[in-house]
């Protein structure tokens, strides 16, 4: 996680991106975040959607 004192942007979350290619990379305002390889066989976490389903 990068954690910046202004806000980063688009072209910040594309460099950081091309570094983590293979991973989820995510940008809310101020702060990237390069999230953890799900290990093999196990399915993906559901997403903040799935888990306020009824």
């Given at each position: ?9 688009p072209?910040d979350?594309?460099?950081v991106r ?5 991973r989820?990379?995510t940008l ?6 390069v ?7 196990r399915?993906?976490a ?5 888990r306020?389903?009824p």
């Amino acid at each position: 996680m990068a954690t910046g004192n202004t806000d980063f942007t688009p072209d910040d979350l594309t460099l950081v991106r091309r570094q983590f290619a293979a991973r989820h990379v995510t940008l809310d305002g101020d702060t990237i975040t390069v999230w953890p390889r799900t290990p093999p066989g196990r399915p993906p976490a559901p997403g903040p959607q799935a888990r306020n389903s009824p």
